[in-house]
């Protein structure tokens, strides 16, 4: 049985079974889901791996599957395809970007290098593959802390493309750091004045945040962390609730690992869903369906440019 739907600008006949098509699809394909954490349920729910950055980039670099199908943004399928060059690796939806990745143009970025030329030149994985070929090491909000203390303290190091991050390793490391001043559209949405009063109506309730939110906000925060550090953080704690500082994707895999607890998402400056990202919501069951049965949309890009961006990939894995 179909039913008719309208992605885009023409009609798609879709199985009502799609769980079941996507895995006869991977079956098929010799495919793997990856997923980021910021997926909607039913594409975390169907997906072979679920992770951050760094588990999703340890995993694109280890599969045996032929076929990569990337539930996230651009820049993350992009580091499977830097992983993985003779593989096809598809995107759901071309247009998942990611506004910190954006934050960081190529050619303005190496003018900031240029001024420079003396740093060492470590990019967070939230970039696009022409920054990661300016780059010397490539770090992840998991693993950034220890990467940074592996460099020589007399090294001056150029950290991009996220101002927060490179803030907040700063003050764990000691280092003094040039930061490139981007950001993320999602973690500098969280008001610290709604958060403040949020945990007023529930003073039982621990405050976790990510390392991409604004200072203001970390400073209540009782644990900071990447996403699979926050999963692991509330699993081993006793609190009956906790306020999330982060995209609300995550607090899906939290209540099942946690189902007795309460999980609060930390409330946006707006009355609006800004704490959502509306690049990894653009992905969707039905798109992951259509990639694999199309074998598009697919991640390239010049051979140069990958590898050029594999060297501070492979740097990062042996870092960590």
Not at 6 to 33: E, M, Y
Not at 76 to 101: F, Q, Y
Request: proline fraction near 7%; include cysteine; charge should be negative.
């Amino acid at each position: 049985m179909f039913t008719t739907v309208a992605p885009r600008s023409q009609a798609q006949l879709l199985p009502r079974d799609l769980f079941g098509a996507i895995a006869d699809l991977k079956r098929d394909l010799n495919a793997v889901i990856l997923a980021h954490y910021y997926q909607d349920n039913d594409i975390q729910d169907v997906a072979d791996y679920l992770g951050d950055s760094l588990g999703l980039a340890r995993q694109a670099a280890t599969t045996n599957a032929d076929v990569i199908v990337f539930a996230g943004v651009h820049f993350m399928a992009e580091t499977a395809k830097i992983l993985n060059p003779e593989k096809l690796v598809l995107l759901p939806d071309l247009d998942a970007g990611c506004s910190l990745a954006d934050s960081c143009p190529p050619e303005a970025f190496a003018e900031f290098k240029a001024q420079h030329p003396d740093h060492l030149v470590v990019s967070y994985i939230n970039c696009t593959a022409a920054i990661k070929a300016m780059s010397d090491i490539i770090c992840t909000s998991s693993n950034a802390v220890k990467i940074i203390n592996q460099i020589p303290a007399d090294q001056p190091i150029i950290f991009a493309p996220d101002r927060n991050l490179g803030r907040y390793v700063m003050e764990q490391t000691g280092r003094d750091m040039v930061l490139w001043q981007g950001s993320c559209i999602v973690h500098e949405t969280f008001s610290e004045r709604k958060l403040v009063q949020l945990h007023v109506q529930h003073p039982e309730a621990q405050i976790v945040a990510h390392p991409e939110c604004e200072p203001q906000v970390l400073r209540h925060a009782e644990f900071v962390g990447s996403t699979t550090a926050l999963l692991n953080y509330v699993q081993t704690q006793a609190a009956p609730s906790y306020i999330v500082a982060t995209e609300p994707g995550i607090l899906h895999q939290m209540q099942k690992a946690c189902p007795s607890t309460e999980f609060i998402p930390a409330p946006p400056m707006n009355n609006c869903n800004c704490n959502e990202c509306p690049h990894m919501r653009l992905n969707t069951l039905e798109k992951i369906y259509l990639a694999m049965r199309d074998r598009q949309p697919e991640i390239t890009m010049p051979e140069s440019v990958r590898q050029q961006a594999l060297k501070p990939i492979q740097r990062m894995l042996e870092m960590s």
